[in-house]
């Protein structure tokens, strides 16, 4: 017997036209708040955003002198805008002091004043001993085996003395020996941090910069090539901070947008405790010590 069968009508569900319209109401209501809310959002995230890089920055030369065993740190150099600004930044290692081998004779090592009458134009080693390794002069690009900036330090022992021009077997010291070292003295040169070779500039994010007025105890070295400080923080191999200038007292790097002025807008604070080698992100303190938490004894790492 043949079976009739219904024929089924299948809606196929759909948008109406009104849920389109709440819909597209509510995506044009997200790009508005968006266009307006996100460029203020990522203006406050710029200061966090530098601390925390160079808090990785700091924290990554510090890995490095613990693995390779060589003093290894961070170098700040001044803005060409406004020398107490710093924005760039690059890693620094220190080289194994220069000592002349045993093996040369007494008239290849130290000499003395070129001439005694005039110490002041400079002291003479032998004909072995190259204080420029293989570049043609000391340019101040660090390329020179001896740059302005080391020390000499007669028979490996006792004062040391800086030196502030070098020559292929003469170099100019910023003081004369205590005593008049006699022909063929032993001597050695400890050699200042130089730039890691190999490695890119550090930057900071735009606007942001690292007031060097308001920071605290930042060891200054000189550049004898650019005629202005640099700062340097350098680590040893077993952690602590080490270098010129350096000593127990917390430094304090404030980080800040360089657009405000001072005291106005995000600020924060970079500690680096120097016995232990600890790097923290401490906030600038409301009221007339903005350092207050960075003396905090709890944060001290001691």
């Known amino acids: 017997m043949p079976t009739q069968f ?4 299948s ?9 389109m319209l709440v819909v597209l109401s509510i995506i044009l209501t997200l790009a508005v708040l968006t266009v307006l809310f996100m460029p203020r959002f990522q203006e406050r995230q ?11 920055w700091l924290l990554m030369a510090k890995n490095r002198a613990l693995r390779d065993r060589v003093p290894t740190g961070i170098r700040l150099q001044p803005w060409s805008q406004n020398q107490s600004y710093v924005r760039d930044l690059q890693y620094i290692q220190k080289p194994e002091d220069y000592v002349p081998s045993t093996i040369y004779t007494p008239d290849a090592l130290f000499i003395g004043p070129v001439n005694p009458m005039n110490p002041a134009l400079g002291y003479a080693f032998g004909p072995k001993v190259n204080l420029l390794g293989a570049a043609a002069a000391d340019k101040g690009d660090e390329s020179s085996l001896v740059q302005a900036g080391d020390y000499l330090q007669l028979r490996s022992e006792g004062l040391l ?11 100019v010291l910023d003081s004369q020996p205590e005593t008049p070292p006699p022909p063929g003295c032993t001597f050695r040169i400890l050699r200042q941090p130089r730039l890691l070779a190999g490695e890119q500039p550090l930057q900071m994010p735009q606007d942001v910069i690292i007031d060097m007025s308001a920071s605290l105890n930042v060891p200054t070295r000189p550049s004898y090539s650019s005629g ?17 200038g350096t000593g127990n007292t917390p430094i304090a790097l404030l980080i800040r947008d360089g657009t405000q002025d001072p005291g106005v807008g995000d600020q924060t604070l970079i500690a680096i405790y120097p016995r232990t080698g600890l790097i923290a992100n401490q906030p600038v303190a409301a009221g007339a010590d903005p350092y207050q938490y960075l003396r905090d004894g709890r944060s001290s790492g001691f």
């Open 6 to 9: 219904s024929p089924r009508v």
């Open 11 to 19: 809606r196929r569900s759909a948008f109406t036209l009104i849920e």
């Open 46 to 56: 710029k200061v966090p955003r530098g601390a925390d890089l160079l808090q990785g």
């Open 161 to 171: 003395h800086r030196i502030n021009k070098v020559g292929r077997q003469v170099c």
């Open 228 to 244: 202005y400080s640099y700062w340097e923080i350098l680590f040893s191999p077993t952690g602590g901070v080490i270098g010129q």
